[in-house]
């Protein structure tokens, strides 16, 4: 079948309905509660919008002499949103020539991780630097892996491993000697990072913490390592488009990354559309942001940070992590938490909203404890108050969530605040969660998802770039069942709907990155953004959704998406304009 590309220009968007293409599929399953079902829908490939949509019948009077698309026993949806993600990141970190040895792939233990090592070890020419991504000190109980246990693997050639967290790099003697520090020892703790050290106090034990000295290592080792950072981000474009997302964000933006996220947007046939947060830590954080392609790539908030994650112990909750050889293997901190984890004070918040929130921007905060989600109300009802944007269409987020509660959440509806949760949390740590790194009260409840919808928020789910891979369909299967990876169910009322989970991946993630109106659903105006699915999600038993259910393809703005022709082309792109962008993979804030 010949279909024609999407057309990437602006000038013709605004000419008449003329459908050109009429797709008919065994079932549309629309996401338009005013037509929940469809068979056929015609879109003009000129705008990308849809012209019509209804049974065959309906769709062909409406666009007579237009050809029909048969797609078989093809199911379509509107193309999964995930509103929350870091793909340019997450591309350099976990796509080749990166290797990604998290527990949240299949890399079980640190055994596993050891292996991997090994393979690439041999796979990889003796001159190459090789990055690791995702060692996990709780789910793969993994040493601390300095200088000392990396040498034993690697004598001779540099390394850098980055923890699961984001919040750590660790690297061997050969990295050292490849940054050139003096005697091996580290340099002076940066603002904002430490580096760690032998017992000499001078020298470097080969690792280093949080975004200050991450930024050193990285910024001085990942240039040799990742020749074409583009390339990466663009693998990582399409892991998400093999999963059915044609729509994301950028949460941790900084105008380092424009021309990437412009030259992604711009080369034909790109899978998706993408939203920048920008970090409010940037100096230009409120400064507009206009993108050539803005239907493609466009900045619609800031992203601010409450707390830090649950696995490194740094989240603001009201409640104690359980001391037992798990949480002491991954040097979780004991004792009670609360505001002490909080990145701000009440009055830091309360300036930094004041001096954001009148650039229009929508506001994005990341917040996992249920003591950081009471200052982040508190402090969000008094900026929306003071600025006038009570019972406005503001939609301020908030992200992640795992230990609010439902009070909180109905609070959030109250002020129209919305949520976008992180069902990942609980389906690949749930069952440490309950009942190992907390009391079951707590642990069980983590990531309260029906809570959420009851109280009206509008909950989207992610799975946070890198944090875990994009996979939207296992979200809807496993909040539908409760389940863990493993398949233990830990807190059962938190299980939701299949028509709940199904909005959580489109139109309520559409709704949170302002895009409701032209995306999320399928209806007459809206861009023809589409997921071709092997099976009808509601014929199923909801344990076997990522089985039974392969997406098969995804379109966007009626263009049928060719992915390898898409990677193709962003490797032609000359990587020298793009080659600061790794240093961009060292400034990334916790998920
Ligand atoms: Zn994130």
Known sequence: MTVPRRNLGLSDRKGGMAADTILKASTIITMDEARPRARALAFDSGTGRITAIGSVGEVQAATPGVPVTDLGDTVLMPGFVEPHSHPLLSGMATQEPAYWVSPNVGIATWADVKAI????????PAGDVLVFNGVDRLLQQAPLPTRTVLDQLFPTRPVVVIDNSGHGIYFNTATITLMGWTDGHAPADPVGGSFGRESDG??????????GALMMVAGAVLPKAIPHPLHSGALFYKLMADNGITATSEHTYNSGQFQAYAALASVPGCPLRLHVYHMSIEADAAADVTFPDSELVRKVGIKLWADGSPWLGNVAISFEYLDNPTTRTAQIEMGPRGETQMNYTRAQLDAVLDELVPAGYQMAFHCNGDVGFDVVL???????SKHNLLGSDHRWRVEHLGAARRDQFERAAALGVTCSLSPFQYIYWGDLLDGVMFDSEYGSQWQRVRDAFE?????SYHNDGSVTPPNQLLNVQ???????MAGNVHGANQAVTLDDALKAITINGAYQLKRDHEIGSLAVGKYADLVELSADIYTVPADQIVDKVRVLGTWVGGGKIDLDSYIAAVKAVDPTEHHDLTNQAAVRKCC
Do not use: I, M
């Open 478 to 484: 496993q909040t539908v069942t409760r389940r863990t």
């Open 202 to 211: 001078v020298t470097s034990n080969g690792t280093a913490f949080e975004s």
């Open 455 to 459: 109280a009206g928020v509008r909950p």
């Open 117 to 124: 090592f090994t393979k690439a070890d041999k796979e990889r």
């Open 378 to 384: 508190d402090a969000y009802a008094r900026a929306l």
